[in-house]
C-alpha cells in the first residue's frame, strides 16, 4: 500500500472545517425523498391462467376473490413463487405484515422471485418498526438483499419501496439486537449519501458500545427489550457495561454449537480478551466462521492475546487492524501505545495515547448532548471533533443536520461531499489515518499462516472456568456499626453548611482517620479530621477528634491531649517520628500540614517548625516511613492540586443539572519528601524532578514493593498515570510505574485512582495492590506477576462488573473469614449529585471474598444494616478496637456520622498476628516481610504506611491460615537488610518481635 502523506489530510479536513464554520448543529433528521420502483412483475404470464386471473382480481382490489384464486394455486402447487408471491402482496393489502413475511419467506433463494420476496419482506419488516418474531437473520438479511437489489436500475420492485426507509429501520433493528459493527456500515453509507440523522451518527462515536433504542427509558425496558432482541443485545450491553463473565454466558451456547453470525463469534473473542481468558482464545479462533475477522472485535482478542504472549509486533499489527476497521475503538489505540513502550521500533506511544484521549472525549461528549441535547457548545465541539479525527464525511453530514443551515451552505456541504468520494485514494487515506500513518508494511495484521503457528499446539477446548458474580452466601460473614454504642459520635462536615450539591473540589474527597496508639495501653486510639470550613481564609466551626480507647468505650480526649486543630484537614498519618517508641501525628491540611510530637504523657507539642518553609500545597495523604535507607523515618507527603481557584464558589448551570468538577480542571501539584536529618529537622524534595508534570494524587503506600533493597512509594492518582518511585542512590527518585505495568489499568487508561490496599492476592509471595477507581472505570488489580513486574487482572478476577457503576474511595485488604485468602473492603459514592440524570449519588460499600483465582462480592450481614445502606462513603481505616484478633474497621462519609464497623464473624480457620519493632531498622519497621509457613504453604505479608485513602491503619500485621493448625517456621526480613527466623509460636494469637531478639512475645488478647 503506498503511503498518504499526513499533510494532504489534514488539509483536506482543514479545508472541509474552515469552508463550514459558520453552520451551525442540530438534532434533527435531514427530510428524504421516497424513492419509487416500477411493480412490473418478474415474468409474464398468459391473461387466461389462474395467476394471471388471481394478479387481475388483486389489481381490481378483489382481495377475497384474488385470496381465493391463490389459494386454490396453491392447494395444487404448494411451492409455486408466483402464487406465494401474490399471496404475500395480499397479506401486505391487508396489513398483516407478519403473515406476509411468513409467505415470502418459502420462497427459495434459488428462484426468479426471489429478489422480489426480499423487498417484500424488508418492506414489511419496515412497516413493523423492526419489531418481529422472526430470525433475526431473516429480516436482516432479507433487507440488505432488498438493499442490494434496489439499488440497480431497472430493478423489479414495488412503488411503494423506499430504500432509505429501508436501511434506517435496518440500522435500527441491528442496533437493537447487538450488531452494531454491521449497523455502522450501513450508516457510513447514509453519510455517503448525505442522509443520516444525527442520532445515527452519534452511533458511531462508539461502535462497540450498546447502542439502545430512544424509545426506551428504564432499565427494565431496556432489559426485557434485549431478552425479546436475543443473546447479541445481551451480550453487548453486559460487555459495554463491563460485566464479562455474564456477557461470556450469554453467548456461551452459540460458541458451544456454531455462530449464526459472525459478528458474534467477534464480540465473544473481545469479551474473551477483556476477561482474560488467554487459554480459551485458541479454540475460539479455530472456531470462528468466515469473514470474522472482518470485525474490529476479532482483531481485539488477537492483539490481546499477543500481547499476552509478549510478541508486541504481531500485537501492534492485529490492534491497527481493529482501528482500521473501527476508528471509534480507544481501548485499541490505548493497547497500541503500550506495545509501542514495550516494542523497540521506536513508534512514539504518545501518538496512540493522545488519539485515545481524543476519542474517549469525544465519548464524553456523546454522554453529555443526550443530557443536555440543545447545548450549542457541545454540538460545536463535537462537529470538531469529527475532523480531529479524520472522520470528514460525518463532520460535513453533522454540519449538514444543524439548525438554519443556508441552501447555498447546503449546496456546499453536497459539493464538498462530492468532491471527496470522487478520490480515488479516500477510503485509503481514512484508514491510514486511523492506522496513524503506520502502513501494513510496517506492521501487518498476523497472516493464517503465523495464526496457525501461534496456536499450534494450544488446547483448542478450553472453556474458561467463569461464573456471573451473583452475590454468594454470606451467612457466615457479620459486621455491624458500633460507634454510637461504644461513644464514637463523630460526623464529618465537607463545609459550614454541608455542601451535598454543586461541590467544589475540596469538597469531594472527605477527610483523614488515624489509628494511633497514642498512650501506647495496647488499645487502639482514633482520631478522625475534620473539614467544617470554608478554606483558606475561614477556620472550621468543629475541631478534629481523638477517641481515647479504655477497652469498652471512647471517650473524646482532643483537648486532654492538646490534639484540638480547626483547619481543613485531610489525609492523616501517625508514626513514631523522633523514635522515642510513642507514636506521632501528622495532620494532612488544605494549606499548612502540621507535626505533632508525642511527649509519652498523653500530650502532643507542635513541631511543624521542624519541617521546614515547604510551601503549603493542598495535601491528601501522608506516610511516615524510611525511604532513603538511613534507618530514619522520613514523611511522605502526596498532593493534590496547587490552585487558588479550587475555592471559588460553583457557578449553578441553567438546567440546574450539576457538572462534574475534576483536578484536571486546576494546576497540580508535585509530591514532596520531607527526609530527616538526623537532628529532628526535616528537608523538603519534590519527587517530580524540574520539568516533570506533577498529578493530581490520592492514595499512597509506601514498603518494600519489589524486595529489592529500600522502600519503594506508590501513589494512587486522579486522571493521570498512577506513579511508583524508586530511589536510586546517584539519581534521586525514579519514578517506573509504566515500565513495570502499573500505571495504566488493564485497557491502558489512566483511571481516577482513589484508594490503595495492599497485600500478596494470589499467595505468590509477591505483593499485590487493588486501586479503586471513578464511576464507570472499575478497580484495579495490579498483580506483581514477577518482581517488579504488574499485571491488571480486575477482569480476570471478577472485580469489573460489579466495580464498574461504583465511584471507590476507602478500601481495605483482610482475610476477614479465615480461609487463608485475602478479601476487600470498599466504600463507595459519588462526587456530584447527578440523580436528575439517572446516575446513582449515594452508594452502598462492598465486601468480595478471595479464593486465590477470583474474588467475588458478598452481602454482609450484622444488626445495624450498614452493608444495605447508600451513602457517600469515603475514608476506610483497619483497626482491632476491642482486641478480639478480628479486623474492624472505621469508616466514613460525607453525608453521614462515622461508623465503627465491629467484625463478628465466627470461623473456624486459623490466623496468626505480629507487631514488629524495629531496632536496626526505623521502629515502625515500615518495609519489613514476613513469611509464615505451615507445612508445605507459605503466606506473606508486610509492614506498610499509608495503605487505604487518606489514613493510615492499626501496626498489626495479620495472616489467615485456614485448616492449617500449626505454623512451621516464621521468617522476617527486616528493612535494613536482617533476616530472623522464629519457630515457638502457635496459631490464633498475637506476638510481638523485636529486631534481633531471639523468639517472640505472645500478645494477650481479649476473649471473643
Not at 391487508?94 to 418492506?123: E, G, K
Not at 467475588?856 to 452493608?867: A, H, K, L, Q
Request: aromatic residues 8%.
Amino acid at each position: 500500500m503506498c503511503r498518504i502523506d499526513r499533510g494532504c489530510w489534514v488539509s483536506i479536513c482543514a479545508f472541509v472545517g474552515g469552508l463550514l464554520l459558520t453552520i451551525g448543529c442540530s438534532d434533527q433528521p435531514a427530510s428524504v425523498p421516497a424513492a419509487h420502483e416500477s411493480d412490473k412483475p418478474a415474468a409474464s404470464a398468459p391473461s387466461t391462467t389462474p395467476i394471471a386471473k388471481a394478479r387481475r382480481l388483486f389489481g381490481q382490489g378483489e382481495l377475497d376473490a384474488a385470496e381465493s384464486c391463490v389459494r386454490e394455486i396453491l392447494l395444487r402447487l404448494p411451492s409455486d413463487p408466483n402464487a406465494l408471491l401474490l399471496s404475500a402482496d395480499i397479506k401486505v393489502a391487508r396489513q398483516q405484515y407478519q403473515q406476509a413475511i411468513q409467505i415470502a419467506s418459502l420462497i427459495p433463494a434459488t428462484d426468479t422471485q426471489f429478489s422480489r420476496s426480499q423487498i417484500v419482506i424488508a418492506n414489511c419488516v419496515t412497516k413493523l418498526g423492526g419489531d418481529i418474531s422472526e430470525s433475526e437473520d431473516l429480516a436482516w438479511r432479507a433487507m440488505e438483499h432488498a438493499l442490494t437489489t434496489l439499488s440497480k436500475p431497472n430493478s423489479a420492485a414495488s412503488s411503494t419501496s423506499d430504500p432509505l426507509a429501508i436501511r434506517r429501520c435496518l440500522i435500527a433493528m441491528l442496533n437493537r439486537r447487538g450488531y452494531r459493527n454491521r449497523a455502522c456500515q450501513h450508516v457510513e453509507f447514509l453519510c455517503q449519501i448525505g442522509q443520516a440523522n444525527s442520532s445515527e451518527l452519534l452511533s458511531l462515536v462508539a461502535r462497540r458500545n450498546a447502542f439502545p433504542n430512544q424509545d426506551t427509558q428504564t432499565s427494565d425496558d431496556i432489559i426485557q427489550a434485549e431478552q425479546s432482541n436475543g443473546p447479541m443485545a445481551i451480550a453487548r450491553r453486559l460487555h459495554t457495561n463491563r460485566h464479562y463473565a455474564e456477557a461470556y454466558q450469554a453467548l456461551l451456547p452459540q460458541r458451544k454449537t456454531r455462530w449464526s453470525h459472525p459478528e458474534q463469534a467477534a464480540l465473544f473473542g473481545t469479551i474473551l480478551a477483556d476477561q482474560q481468558a488467554w487459554d480459551e482464545i485458541p479454540g475460539w479462533a479455530v472456531s470462528c466462521p468466515k469473514n470474522a475477522d472482518r470485525y474490529s472485535e476479532y482483531w481485539s482478542a488477537i492483539g490481546s492475546w499477543f500481547f499476552a504472549n509478549d510478541q508486541m509486533d504481531l500485537a501492534t499489527g492485529s490492534f491497527l487492524r481493529a482501528v482500521e476497521i473501527d476508528p471509534s475503538s480507544a481501548v485499541d489505540y490505548k493497547r497500541l501505545a503500550r506495545c509501542a513502550e514495550k516494542s523497540t521500533t521506536g513508534v512514539a506511544p504518545q501518538r496512540f495515547a493522545a488519539r485515545a484521549m481524543q476519542i474517549d472525549r469525544m465519548q464524553a461528549i456523546l454522554v453529555m448532548i443526550r443530557q443536555n441535547p440543545d447545548s450549542i457548545e457541545l454540538q460545536s465541539e463535537m462537529a470538531a471533533k469529527w475532523l480531529e479525527l479524520g472522520r470528514p464525511l460525518e463532520y460535513l453530514q453533522w454540519t449538514a443536520n444543524g439548525e438554519n443551515v443556508a441552501p447555498q451552505q447546503a449546496a456546499m456541504i453536497t459539493r464538498k461531499r462530492r468532491d471527496l468520494l470522487a478520490r480515488r485514494d479516500f477510503a485509503e487515506m481514512q484508514n491510514n489515518d486511523a492506522r496513524m500513518q503506520i502502513t501494513h508494511q510496517q506492521y501487518p495484521p498476523p497472516s493464517n499462516e503465523q495464526l496457525a503457528i501461534a496456536f499450534r499446539d494450544r488446547p483448542t477446548n478450553v472453556v474458561f472456568a467463569t461464573t456471573p458474580n451473583s452475590p454468594a452466601s454470606s451467612s457466615d460473614i457479620r459486621i455491624t456499626d458500633v460507634a454510637d454504642a461504644v461513644g464514637i459520635r463523630f460526623e464529618y462536615l465537607n463545609g459550614s453548611p454541608r455542601t451535598l450539591k454543586y461541590f467544589r473540589l475540596h469538597e469531594t474527597l472527605g477527610g483523614g482517620i488515624s489509628v494511633i496508639d497514642f498512650d501506647c495501653d495496647g488499645n487502639p486510639d482514633l482520631y478522625m479530621g475534620q473539614g467544617s470550613g470554608d478554606p483558606p481564609d475561614v477556620i472550621g466551626d468543629k475541631s478534629n477528634q481523638l477517641f481515647r480507647n479504655h477497652a469498652k468505650r471512647f471517650v473524646d480526649a482532643t483537648e486532654a491531649a492538646g490534639l484540638i486543630d480547626y483547619g481543613y484537614t485531610t489525609g492523616l498519618a501517625a508514626g513514631d517520628v523522633n523514635q522515642d517508641g510513642f507514636p506521632d501525628l501528622m495532620i494532612g491540611n488544605l494549606g499548612k500540614n502540621r507535626l505533632l510530637i508525642n511527649q509519652g504523657d498523653g500530650t502532643f507539642s507542635d513541631s511543624t517548625h521542624r519541617l521546614g518553609n515547604a510551601p503549603p500545597m493542598y495535601t491528601t495523604s501522608l506516610a511516615i516511613a524510611d525511604v532513603t535507607g538511613d534507618g530514619l523515618p522520613d514523611i511522605v507527603e502526596t498532593n493534590y492540586v496547587d490552585d487558588t481557584k479550587l475555592y471559588q464558589s460553583r457557578v449553578k448551570p441553567n438546567d440546574r443539572l450539576p457538572s462534574g468538577i475534576s483536578p484536571s480542571q486546576f494546576a497540580n501539584a508535585p509530591d514532596r519528601v520531607f527526609q530527616s536529618n538526623g537532628n529532628r529537622s526535616f528537608t523538603s524534595t519534590p519527587l517530580e524532578t524540574s520539568g516533570e508534570d506533577s498529578a493530581s494524587s490520592l492514595g499512597v503506600v509506601v514498603t518494600n514493593i519489589d524486595s529489592e533493597p529500600g522502600n519503594e512509594i506508590l501513589v494512587a492518582n486522579d486522571v493521570w498515570p498512577n506513579r511508583l518511585w524508586k530511589r536510586n542512590t546517584t539519581s534521586g527518585w525514579n519514578e517506573t510505574a509504566s515500565v513495570d505495568g502499573i500505571a495504566f489499568d488493564c485497557n491502558g487508561t489512566a483511571t481516577a485512582g482513589m484508594g490503595i490496599a495492599s497485600g500478596d492476592f494470589d499467595a505468590d509471595g509477591n505483593l499485590d495492590f487493588h486501586i479503586t477507581n471513578f464511576w464507570e472505570q472499575s478497580s484495579s488489580l495490579f498483580l506483581q506477576t514477577s518482581p517488579g513486574t504488574f499485571t491488571d487482572l480486575a477482569p480476570r478476577y471478577n472485580l469489573v462488573g460489579p466495580t464498574f457503576a461504583m465511584l471507590g474511595f476507602g478500601t481495605q485488604s483482610l482475610d476477614i473469614n479465615r480461609d487463608g485468602w485475602l478479601d476487600l473492603m470498599i466504600l463507595n459514592g459519588q462526587i456530584e449529585d447527578f440523580s436528575a440524570a439517572g446516575h446513582p449519588f449515594r452508594m452502598r460499600p462492598q465486601c468480595f471474598l478471595g479464593t486465590g483465582g477470583q474474588m467475588n462480592e458478598v452481602p454482609i450481614e450484622g444488626p445495624s444494616g450498614y452493608f444495605q445502606r447508600k451513602q457517600l462513603g469515603r475514608t476506610l481505616a483497619r483497626v482491632d478496637w476491642n482486641r478480639d484478633g478480628r479486623w474492624d474497621f472505621v469508616a466514613s462519609h460525607l453525608d453521614a456520622p462515622s461508623a465503627l464497623l465491629e467484625n463478628q464473624t465466627d470461623s473456624t480457620g486459623h490466623w496468626i498476628q505480629f507487631q514488629l519493632v524495629g531496632v536496626n531498622s526505623e521502629r515502625d519497621a515500615i518495609g519489613a516481610r514476613v513469611i509464615v509457613r505451615s507445612g508445605d504453604t507459605s503466606r506473606s505479608t508486610w509492614r506498610t504506611a499509608g495503605d487505604g485513602y487518606l489514613c493510615n491503619n492499626e501496626p498489626i500485621l495479620d495472616v489467615g491460615l485456614g485448616d492449617r493448625a500449626s505454623i512451621s517456621d516464621v521468617t522476617i526480613y527486616w528493612p535494613r537488610g536482617n533476616t530472623q527466623t522464629i519457630t515457638d509460636v502457635a496459631v490464633d494469637h498475637r506476638y510481638l518481635i523485636v529486631e534481633n531478639q531471639s523468639g517472640a512475645t505472645k500478645i494477650a488478647l481479649n476473649a471473643r
